[in-house]
C-alpha cells in the first residue's frame, strides 16, 4: 500500500507549485462557504455575547450596543436573569440526566432486541425487521408532534390505552387520567422528575432503541461461531455465553454508536419543544430549548449569544470525553 | 449501488434475506423458548406500530370531531375527506398546501443541493490528498459538525438580518426569506455533508484512482473520471440525508420567517399543535403529519441500506 500510496502522492504533490496547490483548490469552495456561513457568525457570536445585543440594535443603521464584558457570562452562571425559573445549573444537570438515561436504555434495549432477533430458527425474522426500522424513517418533527398528541390527557392514544387495559384488569378508568404533559408535582416524591420526563423518556425510547439494534446486529453477526461453540465445550451456559461472549465481543461497535446517542440525545431539541416545550416550569428545559426560548421568545440575543458559547463549551467537553473514551476502548477490536 | 453494498455489509446483516448459518450446527429452537420470543419480540412490535396505527385511522376519520374520543383501528365511514381539506387550506393562514410544500421541496433541494455540490471536493481532498493543514482543517470540521445550529442561531439572525435590498417600493430581507434560512441551514448541512462524503469516499479502493494515474491520468482527471463517477451513489445519500434534515427543520425557519407566503410545511404542523391547535380537528393534523412524513420516509425506507449502512460504519469507525 505505502509504495503505491507515494506514486500517487508523487503524482499529486509533483514539483510545481501549481500542483502542491492543487488540495487547497479542491478545498476552496467548502472553505469560503464555511468562512462566510459559519466561522464568521461563530465569531461575531463571540462579540454579541460580550454586549447586550437586543431588538433594538436589529436595524442595520442602529446604534451599536453597549459592551458588557463578562456580564453576561456571569448573569448565566450565577442564574441572575429575572426570568423565572431559569437555572442554569439545574438546566445542565437534567440535560445530562436526560442524556445518560436515555443512552443507556437504548443501548440495553438494542442489545437484548437484537439478541433476542437473532436467535436461530426464530420465526418471522424479515417481518419484525420491517416493522423495526419504522422509527428511523419517519422525521422526528412528525413524531413528537405525534406524541404530543397522543399523551394528551383526554384525547390521547396513550391513556385511551391504558383505559382499555385497565378494563380488562377491572382498573377504574379515573386512574388514567395521567397529565402527563403538564403535571408540576413529581410522581415519585423522592425522585425530581416529572410526569413530562417520562412521556419525553418513553418517545425517545420508542425513537432510539432501533438504531441500536441495527449496529448490535451487525457486530453479532461478525462473532465467530467457533467462539459459542469453545465455550459450550468448556460447560459455560447460555447466560455465561451472553455475559463473557457475547457482551465483550459487542463492545467496540456499541460504545461508538453509545458516543453518537450521547451527542444526538443531549441536543435533541425537537423532541423536547415540541412534546412538552421544555415545560412544566421549565422541568424539562435542555440547554438548547432554552437557547431556542431565549432568542424567539425573550429575544435577548446578546445574552442568548452567551449562553450560546456555554452549549459550545460543553459540547466540546462532551466530545473531548467520550473520544477519550472511545480511544481508549480502540484496543479492545477485536 | 453494488459498490457501497459490498464495501459495506458489516450492517448489512440487518437486511439480508438470508441469515448466518445456525450456530449450533442446525440445532432447532425449543417451541417453548420460540413461543416466549415470539411474545416479547410481538409486544415491541405492537408498541413500534401503535403510533403509526393511531395517526393513519386518524386521519380517516371522516367527522369534523375536534377530538377522537375512543380508540379504532378503522373509523366508521372511513374516507379522505381530512386529507382533502388539509390540502386546501391547512391552517387558519390564508396558505395553500401546494405553496407550503413548494416551499418545503426548494428550500430542502436547494439545501442538499448546494451542500453536496460544494463539499464534494473537500471531502475527496480529505479522502485522498495530503497536505499541511490537513488535521487542524479537518478537526474545525468536526467542531462545526457537532455544533446544533441553534447554537449560531443568534448570530446568524443578525447577520442575516443586515443584508436589506431594496427592491421595487419593498425592501428584500435576507433574514425574512426562504434564501436566508437555506444559507442558515447550510451553515450546519455543509460539514455534515463533508464528513458524510469522506466516510464514503474512504472505502472506494484507492486502487483504482492509483491504476488510473499509473496510466497517465492527471489527479484532477483521476477524480473527475474515476471516484466521480463511483461516488454518484454516496452523493444521492448524502443529498437525501441533507433534504430530510431540511425538509423537518423548524427551528430556524420560525425564527426567521414572517410572511405565511414563505412558511414551511412543519410550520403549519407547529400551528395544528399545542396551544395553537385550538379549533383544527385532529384528523387534519393527522392527515398534515402523514402528508409531510410520508415522501421522504418512503424514500428513506428505498435508501434505509445505504443509508444505515452509511451511519453505522460512521460510528462503528468512531
Not at chain 2, 405492537?46 to 386518524?58: F, G, M
Request: net charge positive.
Amino acid at each position: 500500500m505505502a509504495t503505491t500510496e507515494s506514486a500517487f502522492q508523487a503524482a499529486a504533490g509533483g514539483k510545481r507549485l501549481t500542483k502542491r496547490l492543487s488540495p487547497y483548490l479542491y478545498l476552496l469552495p467548502a472553505l469560503l462557504v464555511m468562512v462566510v456561513i459559519t466561522f464568521y457568525p461563530m465569531g461575531f457570536q463571540a462579540y454579541m455575547s460580550l454586549t447586550d445585543y437586543g431588538i433594538k440594535n436589529l436595524r442595520f443603521d442602529a446604534p451599536l450596543p453597549d459592551f458588557l464584558a463578562l456580564k453576561n457570562y456571569i448573569r448565566i452562571a450565577t442564574t441572575d436573569l429575572g426570568l423565572s425559573n431559569f437555572d442554569f445549573w439545574k438546566m445542565l444537570g437534567f440535560n445530562l440526566w436526560w442524556t445518560f438515561s436515555n443512552v443507556i436504555v437504548h443501548v440495553s434495549m438494542g442489545i437484548v432486541i437484537a439478541v433476542a432477533l437473532n436467535t436461530e430458527g426464530l420465526w418471522f425474522k424479515r417481518i419484525y425487521r420491517a416493522i423495526f426500522i419504522v422509527p428511523i424513517i419517519i422525521p422526528q418533527i412528525i413524531i413528537a408532534n405525534v406524541f404530543r398528541n397522543m399523551f394528551d390527557p383526554d384525547y390521547g392514544a396513550i391513556n385511551q390505552g391504558l383505559t382499555l387495559l385497565g378494563q380488562l384488569l377491572r382498573i377504574s378508568p379515573e386512574l388514567f387520567q395521567i397529565r402527563w404533559i403538564d403535571q408540576v408535582d413529581f410522581p415519585i416524591s423522592w425522585l425530581p422528575l416529572t410526569l413530562s420526563y417520562f412521556a419525553l423518556l418513553i418517545t425517545n425510547v420508542w425513537l432510539g432503541w432501533p438504531f441500536m439494534t441495527i449496529v448490535a446486529t451487525g457486530a453479532l453477526q461478525s462473532i465467530p461461531r467457533e467462539l459459542y461453540e469453545a465455550a459450550e465445550i468448556d460447560g459455560a451456559s447460555g447466560p455465561q455465553q451472553f455475559w463473557r461472549v457475547t457482551l465483550p465481543l459487542l463492545r467496540p461497535a456499541m460504545v461508538p454508536a453509545a458516543v453518537y446517542g450521547i451527542v444526538v440525545t443531549f441536543n435533541l431539541f425537537t423532541l423536547i419543544y415540541f412534546l412538552s416545550g421544555g415545560g412544566p416550569i421549565r422541568r424539562t428545559e435542555i440547554l438548547l430549548t432554552a437557547a431556542f426560548r431565549l432568542i424567539n421568545e425573550q429575544r435577548l440575543y446578546g445574552l442568548a449569544a452567551a449562553f450560546s458559547v456555554y452549549i459550545f463549551l460543553i459540547l466540546l467537553g462532551l466530545t473531548l470525553l467520550t473520544n477519550y473514551i472511545t480511544r481508549a476502548t480502540e484496543s479492545y477490536d477485536v | 449501488m453494488s459498490e457501497l453494498a459490498t464495501s459495506r455489509s458489516r450492517s448489512g446483516a440487518w437486511f439480508s434475506r438470508f441469515s448466518r448459518p445456525s450456530r449450533g450446527g442446525g440445532r432447532r429452537l425449543p417451541l417453548l423458548q420460540q413461543l416466549l420470543l415470539q411474545l416479547v419480540l410481538g409486544l415491541v412490535a405492537l408498541t413500534v406500530l401503535y403510533p403509526v396505527l393511531w395517526i393513519l385511522s386518524l386521519s380517516f376519520d371522516p367527522t369534523d370531531n375536534l377530538r377522537p374520543t375512543e380508540l379504532r383501528l378503522i373509523p366508521p365511514g372511513a374516507s379522505v375527506r381530512a386529507y382533502e381539506k388539509v390540502i386546501e387550506q391547512p391552517t387558519p393562514n390564508p396558505v395553500s398546501f401546494a405553496r407550503l410544500a413548494f416551499n418545503s421541496l426548494r428550500l430542502s433541494g436547494g439545501v442538499a443541493l448546494a451542500s453536496v455540490a460544494v463539499a464534494v471536493t473537500a471531502a475527496y481532498a480529505f479522502s485522498r490528498l495530503r497536505f499541511k493543514g490537513r488535521q487542524v482543517l479537518m478537526l474545525m470540521v468536526l467542531t462545526v459538525l457537532m455544533l446544533p445550529s441553534i447554537a449560531t442561531l443568534a448570530a446568524l439572525f443578525v447577520l442575516l438580518n443586515r443584508v436589506q435590498i431594496p427592491i421595487g417600493d419593498g425592501l428584500f430581507n435576507l433574514r425574512n426569506s426562504l434564501w436566508g434560512v437555506g444559507l442558515a441551514v447550510l451553515s450546519t448541512q455543509l460539514p455534515f455533508a463533508i464528513w458524510n462524503l469522506k466516510g464514503y469516499l474512504d472505502t472506494i479502493p484507492r486502487e483504482l484512482e492509483e491504476a488510473a494515474v499509473i496510466d497517465g491520468c492527471t489527479v484532477n482527471q483521476a477524480f473527475l473520471r474515476v471516484t466521480l463517477p463511483l461516488s454518484v451513489p454516496a452523493l444521492a445519500v448524502t443529498g437525501f440525508l441533507g433534504f430530510m434534515s431540511t425538509w423537518s427543520e423548524f427551528a430556524i425557519s420560525w425564527q426567521f420567517l414572517t410572511n405565511p407566503q414563505d412558511f414551511t410545511l412543519t410550520m403549519s404542523l407547529y400551528n395544528m399543535v399545542g396551544q395553537y391547535a385550538g379549533s383544527v380537528p385532529w384528523s387534519r393534523f393527522a392527515a398534515m403529519a402523514i402528508l409531510i412524513a410520508l415522501p421522504v420516509s418512503a424514500v428513506y425506507l428505498y435508501l434505509q441500506k445505504y443509508i444505515l449502512s452509511g451511519l453505522t460504519i460512521g460510528s462503528v469507525k468512531g
